[in-house]
């Protein structure tokens, strides 16, 4: 049974901080992120991690403000988010891909697990 499991998320003002967990189980995992969706638009990527070599990967909107990290013993990413904007707010969803990155990493349909997605809000 392979799950994901997120946490962290809440409400929070603007300019504030938030850090996000994610916890994988059930096999292993080549690579772990973060994608956000509001409503009425598409899932869109934040930042991932690849295992291997701990190469790192962030969509342009967040460089220099959200930083991901983990413990691939644990199979666990971390987000800390900073410096929040009232249009980061979004579900935040924790994704999983099992093998090597094909063709495609930035994009949903590169990931093969999501976790459940947990509320983060800034207020402004």
């Known amino acids: 049974q392979v799950q994901l499991v997120e946490s962290g998320g809440g409400l929070v003002e603007a300019g504030g901080s938030l850090r996000l967990s994610c916890a994988g189980s059930g096999r292993t995992f080549y690579a772990m992120g973060w994608f956000r969706q509001c409503p009425g638009k598409e899932r869109e990527f934040v930042a991932a991690v690849a295992w291997s070599g701990g190469d790192t990967y962030y969509a342009d909107s967040v460089k220099g403000r959200f930083t991901i990290s983990g413990d691939n013993a644990k199979y666990t990413v971390y987000l800390q988010m900073n410096a929040l904007k009232p249009e980061d707010t979004a579900v935040y969803y924790c994704?999983?891909?099992?093998?090597?990155?094909?063709?495609?990493?930035?994009?949903?349909?590169?990931?093969?697990?999501w976790g459940q997605g947990t509320q983060v809000t800034v207020s402004s």
């Open positions: 994704a999983a891909r099992f093998r090597p990155y094909g063709t495609t990493r930035y994009t949903s349909d590169a990931y093969d697990r």
